[in-house]
């Protein structure tokens, strides 16, 4: 008897990690910081929206609509998290304490920002490479946004020209919290 109840506790945590997705055990560094944050510890359970950002786009005004959702949905369990890229056109040229200081006193940003990365195929960052082969989608702007379901698998993408407040992606985020 001892046997059996010690195999089902083994299988039941191998099933646990078999399906755990690899794709939040990234560690980033906090924009203009040294602290490193692990995604699957930080945010285990949550409904993830991912976001490269940039300063000085056409869509930067974004920020204002992601961060109401943050605060609107965050008790529900959305984390936003903003990854700075200078990809496209060279629209995120400051270093990371202009950028900290521009999403803080412009947007009066709370969502968790991080490094300074690079997100376009061929040069992108592991995880946003991960994102894209799963959802067949490079960012090929600014503010492409990648949403993760609580099982910290990929559920879908939205494009740069898709407004915070878009009804596709508030239907896909109200959908996810309530999963």
């Known amino acids: 008897m001892k046997k059996s109840i010690g195999v089902f506790i083994l299988l039941a945590a191998t099933l646990t990690i078999a399906n755990d997705s690899p794709l939040l055990d990234q560690n980033f560094r906090r924009?203009?910081?040294d602290e490193v944050v692990n995604l699957h510890d930080s945010y285990a359970?949550?409904?993830?929206?991912v976001v490269n950002t940039a300063s000085?786009?056409?869509?930067?005004?974004?920020?204002e609509g992601l961060?109401?959702?943050?605060?609107?949905?965050?008790?529900?369990g959305l984390v936003v998290l903003g990854f700075p890229s200078n990809d496209f056109l060279g629209q995120e040229p400051g270093t990371e304490e202009q950028i900290q200081d521009f999403c803080r006193l412009t947007y009066s940003i709370k969502f968790p920002m991080f490094e300074k990365v690079s997100v376009k195929k061929g040069d992108a960052h592991p995880f946003f490479a991960w994102l894209a082969e799963a959802s067949g989608t490079y960012p090929t702007w600014n503010f492409h946004k990648y949403l993760i379901g609580r099982d910290g698998?990929?559920?879908t993408e939205f494009s740069p020209r898709?407004?915070?407040?878009?009804?596709?992606?508030?239907?896909?985020?109200?959908t996810e919290l309530n999963h």
Do not use: H, M, R
């Not at 961060?67 to 529900?76: A, C, I, N, P, T």
């Open 162 to 174: 898709t407004q915070p407040y878009d009804e596709s992606l508030l239907a896909a985020i109200k």
């Open 45 to 49: 359970g949550k409904v993830i929206l």
């Open 31 to 33: 924009l203009a910081s």
């Open 153 to 155: 698998n990929l559920v």
């Open 67 to 76: 961060e109401k959702l943050y605060q609107e949905y965050q008790d529900e």
């Open 56 to 63: 000085k786009c056409g869509n930067t005004p974004q920020y």
